[in-house]
């Protein structure tokens, strides 16, 4: 069974990625191969320095032609094409990288790893991945399809079926799936609403919205959805971290020591999984940090326009987890006492 | 009143209320990650830097507060700290060559518009800013993975006499536990930041074509993808820094 399983996706893998080697029918875009790249001029500039580029090209039937390229040291905005490289073009303009073949084989590495090491739980972290990643597009079509439907109650929505989908791949259907249920939807709910009104308590006053700008629609709107969506993760990892140790002991401890080891535990993870929210949210921000820095912008200014939205939101993430573990605490031993009084 | 004071307020009060004195020290990590991360920042901007190697002494210094100022300097913190450096140095090596390959570096079309008033020759090397950004992005989930196991697996050892390769596989074991929920946190965490881009993407009706090869869209599945095999990596190798470090103490 899983010799055959592993064939079926060894056969999927290869077949894959001989397809998107050889999709190019599929865009309406012409595509063209480098297969010869010099540097024809360079010029010295004060912080960097620029080249450009002599590309021979080769079209999908076969047909050679000459395009020019300038990027720069830094490659902030420009990219410096290499023989073999896949280019869309216009006329004699690239106007972009032909990236799907690299996405495709990353998918695959991501998915070897997660199976070899994680094995079932990889397998089943893949599976729930998948579904939501598939509820996530759901909502966001529903939302841009429709005038009248709000992003909040559709991000509401998908949270509920993210939460249920997620635990239950997780866990399984056990009491403690239950709770952590419940303990999830309750815990996400008080990240939401607590940023909420503290939102509307200080007018949004040290929000920035300017990174958010391209967005057409209302962009705090749009800001609560990310951070609902955004918190549920690592509320749920606490939730199901706390609920699967709590229901272990169901049989061996009391309620008060039940108690008292959920509070242990609590105190431990807290701290982690607001860091990991804190990196996955701020780290992104550097690129444009250092572009601001080296435009000689101040270090204040510098800071509220990059990072003001990822702290928030690894703030009001970090109030949903830590509210999550007495929550999750009350919820477990609630589940057990009507079980036992049943 | 600020928004963001509000949200920390409120967020170290809860902390000390359930957390009491180790959630003040959780909030002051929190602070001192926020210090080295703009410290870092600040060492990228000399052009001369080589941001690989700067981006694992910033490693070295956040695992260093997470995991020695919270659990204190013992075996299993150092087991952890030892599996998180050997997990990102060999992460930050493929991701720095699959950055340039793919050429997911720097700013998009979707993003220059704003950035018109700027000066985007900086001189600073993006490929590598790129590729310390994914990692930065995953260290905690990392570091939480790996001090999670070689806690687990000192209490366990403590009680049994397992073998090196039992201790090994129970080291296994609770790593695949928490890598469902590990990496549920980071993927949802990216959603929400991304959800913006997604809506403009569905806004401008781009088409599937035009989404899996723009270079946001590619940035972000790496991103993501990078998080769930370093997860998926730092496991085993966190079960072997602990027997390892377990061996040459004794």
Redesign the interface.
Known sequence: MKKWLAGIAFVFCILSIYTVYHNHSWYQTAIVTVIEAKVIETTSLQQDQLYEQQLTVEDHNGQIGILTNTYSNSRAFDQKYQRGDELFVKGDQIIGVKRDKYLVIAAWVFIFFLVLIGRKQGIRSLISFALNVFILFMAISVYVRYEKVNLLVSSAVATVLFTVISIIFVSGRTAKTTAAIIATLLGTSIAFIVALVAMLLTNQQGLQYEEMQFLTRPYHIVFLAGLLIGSLGAVMDVAITMTSALFSMQHTATLQEIKQAGQTIGKDIMGTITNILFFAYVSGAIPMMLLYFKNGLPFGYTLSMNLSLEVARALAGGIGVVSTIPISIYVSLWLMKRKQVA | ????????I??LG??VI???A??V??FI??FL??II??V???F??D?ATNILLLTMFACVG?SAV?LFY?NGINRKTMAAFLATFMTLSLLLGVIYR?TD???????SE??????DA??????????Q??A??II??????I??VA?SITSAMQEYERYSKATKRELFHYG?NI??????????????????????L???F??LSYTF?DI????VF?SE??TI?TA??GI??V??IAAFTSIMLKQMIR
């Open positions: 009143m600020n928004v963001l004071v509000v949200l920390a409120i967020l809860l902390m359930v957390g009491g180790s959630g020290r959780s990590s929190l990650n926020g991360l703009v870092t920042v600040f990228m901007l052009t956040l997470n919270i699959v390959v793919t050429m997911i570096q720097g700013f979707e993003e220059t518009e704003e950035l700027y000066n985007l020759l900086v001189g600073i090397d993006y490929i800013v790129a310390a950004v930065m992005s995953t260290i905690g989930a570091m939480d001090i296994m790593g695949r536990d928490i890598l469902g929920t590990d990496t549920n946190t980071l993927f949802f965490a990216f959603f929400g930041g991304y959800l913006g997604l809506i403009w569905k806004d074509g899996v090869n723009a270079k590619g599945v790496l993808f769930g095999v998926a990596l496991i085993p």
